[in-house]
């Protein structure tokens, strides 16, 4: 049965739009109107269209964040990506580690970036759930009455280098360079940051979660489920992704189907400052970044060297039958 974590209360979210001025050389944004709740948000998020996609002034629903982050474990990187059934937009995708922006956080969107990690991204041993550090920031940890925190070996967040245009918030150019898009269908605004995640080397059998608020009734209810982990981790080869994806349980890396898989539209392809899609299937995905999925092994490829041998002698090859 999937644990609950958390309840809260969707009407303490706060968020406001957003007027956003793009040019070739920088994007910025600064807040308008009145904060709205969760609902009213949904409302605004309505499909937008602008003509050239380098230099454009429009209201936007609402400001979004993601995390390109980079786990770190036994000396191997991978992207981590998480499962999530989108309620407003009726489809199930792997995503970013991403959430809403809220109000009084609009001007520091790395803030509420690091507390979607500490919120999304659950990492637990035997001897319990691993807390985390951003430079020298403890994380939250946001579960803290439902499960028990070790107080030592803390993962560590540190900073990757980030994109080449900056964006500002009014006239505060933001820490870290966050890449920035418009998403034209939702009409919002999308920062994501690169960070990379340290796993310390003592902890040991160490297993991956992904944990998301859902919408119920009038509730947003957090729930862990161990039969389904929802986070899932892509190998990374000399920086560059790998066409694989592994959930991982006790230090064991488990391979994951793509069989009808759906990327999230921060894989799509970006024009200017504009992404256009809903979302990307993985296998368009793949041919877009050159990639080729590994191919599966056959059966007999499967067995050791010592079983092909005993399977040969119980098997008579096409040779010998026609002796």
């Avoid at 474990?73 to 499962?83: A, E, G, H, K, P």
């Avoid at 959430?99 to 009084?104: L, M, Q, R, S």
């Amino acid at each position: 049965m999937p644990r609950t974590l958390i309840r809260k209360n969707p009407s303490n979210f706060k968020t406001l739009p957003l007027f956003v001025e793009a040019t070739p050389e920088g994007l910025s944004y600064q807040s308008v109107g009145m904060p709205l709740n969760f609902a009213q948000t949904l409302q605004r998020r309505r499909p937008v269209a602008v003509a050239d996609a380098e230099r454009f002034a429009l209201e936007l629903a609402n400001l979004g964040v993601s995390v390109r982050l980079t786990l770190h474990w036994q000396n191997r990187d991978y992207w981590v990506l998480v499962r999530q059934r989108r309620q407003d937009r009726g489809d199930v995708v792997l995503k970013l580690i991403s959430g809403y922006v809220p109000a009084h956080e609009l001007n520091l969107p790395l803030h509420t970036a690091i507390q979607e990690i500490a919120e999304e991204c659950l990492l637990e041993t035997p001897e319990g759930w691993l807390g985390g550090r951003f430079n020298d920031t403890w994380l939250p940890a946001p579960y803290s009455a439902a499960l028990h925190y070790r107080e030592a070996l803390p993962f560590r967040l540190t900073p990757l280098s980030g994109a080449a245009r900056p964006v500002r918030c009014a006239n505060l150019q933001l820490l870290e360079r966050p890449r920035a898009y418009v998403h034209l269908p939702t009409a919002s605004l999308q920062l994501i940051y690169d960070l990379r995640l340290d796993v310390p080397k003592e902890a040991k059998s160490l297993s991956l979660f992904h944990v998301d608020e859902r919408l119920e009734g009038d509730q947003l209810v957090a729930r862990l489920d161990r039969k389904r982990p929802d986070l899932y981790l892509m190998p990374l080869k000399d920086g560059q992704p790998c066409a694989e994806l592994y959930t991982l349980k006790k230090d064991q890396l488990h391979p994951a189907s793509t069989r009808g898989l759906y990327l999230a539209e921060s894989f799509a392809q970006q024009q200017g400052w504009l992404v256009r899609e809903e979302r990307i299937r993985w296998k368009d995905w793949l041919k877009q970044q050159g990639l080729s999925a590994p191919e599966k092994d056959s059966k007999l490829q499967r067995f050791t060297g010592k079983a092909r041998q005993i399977l040969r002698k119980m098997v008579p090859t096409k040779t010998s039958r026609q002796r």
